[in-house]
């Protein structure tokens, strides 16, 4: 009994051994699957890193490709398009304007009544609806009848009572995407962005087409301007505030404009204004400096883009993007891993993850991160512990600290190029003194991710304040806006009949 007693001690030992030893090899395992994972977050924090003397390198080439734009068509990446807008509302327009903004997800529509004072600004209806997915790709005819339809239910509904009625309509469409204008009320489309790809339209004039929409559905309305909403913005941002001279889109797309002097305009010599001035349209999301930290995630997305080797700088900072950055990163971890667990197919589908979800997941503030697992969950990753839903919250973290402090670069790039950046400007021709005053400078912001996201808003604004150093930016006021393009836009046409 004693030598059978014996054995089965022997044999419980090893068994005991050889589970120990499955248990040692399977944390081993699970060891170096995670430190696999850690190596691949450090190599896209080192490739996202943005010193402030990276950043400075980026400010320095946005204002040189601001210049090259401005001395001669297709001198630079920045198409720096000419807006013909000489003046802005200054408050004393008076009667009511509509105004048609079709974005990259939406469109919207409203009608404003001005008094003909700063403070009478009465904006008294507003419609905003998201952009069917069909016409992104459909037709010019049916794009156009669509919206044209949408106004004409908008205006059905201001019933009898309107004072508008029997009365010619000025509108402003605004058009959130890039025109070569040959006046305020025309322009031809040069290129679609945000994911709309109906070709044949590219080359036409853009009011033109809404107004034969209008026109063949019998609406008594003028397409008075084709305004950019980056214009609208600065339009809506310099009636408060006359010292706004800079706005800064970031949502789907991102985009800028700003109030440029005529003869610094080289390409267009020979044009006279009143004003002495124009509001340039960037076109900034088309900007590309070597400086521009990319990685292999943005190589891949611009690769699988509808529109490769373009918008460049759009894809690094605009809402349209950042979601599917974190996407291909945690694909990209769940292939040499398994701490994300049997993930679907979902997961491989482009732009499956938005912004919104991002931002939601960057800011969960839940003790479990139930945010995170929700989404994670939604998006064919379910069941992770909680320790990789912080990895989670921190690729999002590295992806929008990026866009934050890359399009803080990019304004700053915009305020060295007009000498509000405490240096003088790009070729300004100022004396010392001139430079050493330094003026009060508003930069106008709307979008739904400055507006929406708070961590992008944030690193924005910090990393401003570090390119700029703490004396300039106490000149440099950042002004968030809401429905400012819209509504800017509709004040543009009220000027013009003033």
């Not at 309305?221 to 305004?227: E, G, P, W």
């Not at 430079?435 to 961590?455: P, S």
């Amino acid at each position: 009994m004693g030598k059978v007693a014996v054995a089965f001690a022997a044999a419980a030992v090893l068994v005991s051994c050889s589970v120990a030893a499955v248990m040692v090899g399977r944390r081993i395992k699970s060891r170096a699957k995670w430190r696999a994972v850690v190596e691949i977050l450090k190599e896209l924090e080192e490739a996202c890193d943005t010193p402030v003397g990276r950043l400075r390198q980026v400010v320095d080439a946005m204002a040189v490709e601001m210049h090259a734009g401005l001395a001669s068509e297709g001198g630079s990446k920045l198409k720096m398009l000419l807006t013909f807008v000489h003046h802005l509302p200054n408050g004393t327009e008076k009667g009511t304007y509509y105004a048609l903004h079709l974005g990259g997800s939406y469109f919207r529509i409203l009608r404003v009544h001005l008094g003909g004072e700063r403070s009478y600004l009465d904006v008294q209806d507003v419609e905003r609806h998201p952009i069917p997915s069909h016409l992104m790709d459909s037709t010019s005819e049916v794009l156009f009848n669509f919206l044209a339809f949408s106004m004409e239910r908008f205006i059905e509904k201001e019933g009898k009572e309107s004072n508008s009625q029997g009365v010619k309509r000025e509108l402003a469409f605004t058009f959130s995407f890039p025109v070569k204008h040959s006046s305020i009320s025309s322009g031809v489309l040069i290129k679609w962005t945000k994911g709309f790809e109906i070709s044949e339209m590219v080359g036409k004039d853009v009011a033109e087409c809404l107004q034969g929409a209008m026109n063949r559905r019998g609406l008594d309305i003028h397409v008075a301007a084709l305004v950019n909403d980056t214009v609208g913005a600065l339009s809506l941002g310099y009636y408060h505030d006359p010292d706004t001279v800079v706005t800064v889109v970031f949502g789907t797309g991102s985009n800028a404009c700003y109030l440029e002097r005529t003869d610094a305009i080289i390409k267009s010599q020979g044009l006279l204004t009143t004003s002495g001035s124009m509001v340039v349209n960037m076109e900034w999301g088309n900007f590309w400096s070597s400086h521009l930290p990319r990685t292999s995630y943005d190589i891949d997305l611009d690769a699988e883009s509808s529109n490769p080797n373009d918008m460049g700088f759009e894809k690094m900072i605009a809402g349209l993007y950042l979601g599917d950055i974190v996407r291909r990163v945690i694909r990209h971890m769940s292939q040499v891993s398994d701490i994300f667990g049997p993930t679907s197919s979902m997961l491989s589908e482009p732009y499956v993850l938005r912004t919104n979800s991002v931002s939601a997941m960057h800011e969960d503030d839940t003790p479990e991160l139930q945010q995170v697992a929700r989404i994670l969950k939604d998006s064919g990753v379910s069941d992770v512990p909680l320790k990789v839903r912080k990895l989670v919250v921190k690729i999002c973290d590295v992806v929008t600290r990026r866009a934050g402090r890359l399009a803080a670069a990019g304004i700053a790039g915009i305020l060295k190029k007009i000498g509000r950046d405490g240096s003088g400007g790009i070729t300004s021709g100022r004396s010392r003194s001139e430079m050493r005053m330094q003026k009060r400078t508003v930069v106008a912001v709307e979008g739904g991710l400055y507006m929406n996201y708070t961590m992008f808003r944030e690193y924005m604004e910090e990393a401003l304040v570090e390119i700029l150093g703490e004396e300039v930016s106490q000149y440099v006021v950042v002004k968030a806006m809401e429905d400012g393009s819209s509504i800017g836009s509709a004040l543009l046409v009220a000027s013009l009949q003033s």
